[in-house]
Nanobody
Framework: QLQLVESGGGLVQPGGSLRLSCAAS????????VGWFRQAPGKEREGISC????????NYADSVKGRFTISKDNTKNTVYLQMNSLKPEDTAVYYC?????????????????????????WGQGTQVTVSS
């Protein structure tokens, strides 16, 4: 059974850092592109970052560019999201999602984080709260 599990969320002060992990089981991530998404209360799910199957290409939404870094360790079957300089507006539930589709990877490489509907496999989410 394909499963993704996010971890690493929590409460952090503005300007602080967190590292989220997305661990896969039941399949290997080396054939999948992976996206990180977030959803704040009352808002739509937003794609914030994506990474190609090899990890060689990464892309970011403007809202997090320069502050967040996505990485992929295929030996550990895990994708990470390092979040620095956190702001209160980063408060949300953060999700990872994976797709084996070449079209999704191409979108990530050429355009940025693909739409949530393009990803068939999702984790349960981890809460990130940025507050003083």
């Amino acid at each position: 059974q394909l499963q993704l599990v996010e971890s690493g969320g929590g409460l952090v002060q503005p300007g602080g850092s967190l590292r989220l992990s997305c661990a896969a089981s039941g399949f290997t991530l080396d054939g999948y592109s992976v996206g990180w998404f977030r959803q704040a209360p009352g808002k739509e799910r937003e794609g914030i970052s994506c990474i190609s199957s090899t990890g060689g290409t990464r892309n970011y939404a403007d809202s997090v560019k320069g502050r967040f870094t996505i990485s992929k360790d295929n030996t550990k079957n895990t994708v990470y999201l390092q979040m620095n300089s956190l702001k209160p507006e980063d408060t949300a539930v953060y999700y990872c999602a994976a797709s084996p589709r070449a079209t999704v990877q191409a979108f990530c490489i050429l355009t940025g984080p693909p739409p949530p509907g393009d990803f068939p496999s999702w984790g349960q989410g981890t809460q990130v709260t940025v507050s003083s």
